[in-house]
């Protein structure tokens, strides 16, 4: 049943991902490319929305992903799955969190998971700069070939997406130059998506 399926699916991402919502980004691509619900382009969509909508990221995803594949009864199913976890496990932590607060196990195991995120993190940022950059919706996979290929040749077949380029230059300057609030500059991309798409 979808609806089981999808609690599972997103359940699984819940349990297993450290970072926050952008690490979760290519798990979930993962999951619905192989499950067949959702085509790359379809879901760098949904990240978007989901990123221009108030609350975490990764609960959003879930949320537009269970609407997507199985209207509301999916969304509060893939919702109700990604949260579970975190809420269980902060509920477990608070309990021992004093006690383990200074093993030297459990300070080992977050000195594991702190680089685990980061790589999580760029393969996301990897599979927009795809679909969004390079017009090349191939999915996370491609990514992996790419970084562990023995002769640098691109992940893309793609031709350059101008107004996509642009749109991601002017942002990028906008936070690290001028510094603008992200809010401002979310709207202005909406903006120049109209005029340059």
Do not use: H
Not at 24 to 32: A, H, N, R, S
Not at 105 to 133: D, E, M, N, W, Y
């Amino acid at each position: 049943m979808i609806f089981i399926s999808l609690f599972l699916v997103f359940f699984k991402i819940g349990l297993f991902t450290f970072g926050g919502g952008y690490a979760m980004i290519p798990l979930i691509q993962m999951e619905m490319q192989n499950a067949g619900w959702l085509d790359p382009k379809e879901f760098a969509d949904i990240v978007s929305i989901s990123q221009m909508t108030p609350g975490p990221i990764g609960i959003n995803a879930a949320t537009y992903v269970g609407f997507r594949v199985a209207g509301i009864s999916g969304s509060i199913c893939a919702t109700l799955g990604v949260f579970l976890p975190s809420f269980l496990l902060i509920m477990m932590a608070a309990a021992f969190f004093e006690k383990f607060n200074e093993n030297r196990l459990v300070k080992a195991i977050f000195s594991g998971i702190r680089p685990a995120t980061i790589g999580l993190i760029f393969i996301a940022a990897l599979f927009f700069a795809q679909v969004s950059v390079f017009c090349s919706p191939l999915g996370i996979e491609n990514v992996g070939r790419f970084l562990l290929a023995k002769k640098i040749e691109s992940p893309f077949s793609f031709k350059l997406n101008t107004g996509g380029l642009i749109i991601f230059l002017l942002i990028f300057l906008g936070i690290t130059r001028l510094r603008l609030s992200a809010i401002l500059l979310i709207l202005i991309s909406a903006v120049l998506g109209i005029l340059l798409f």
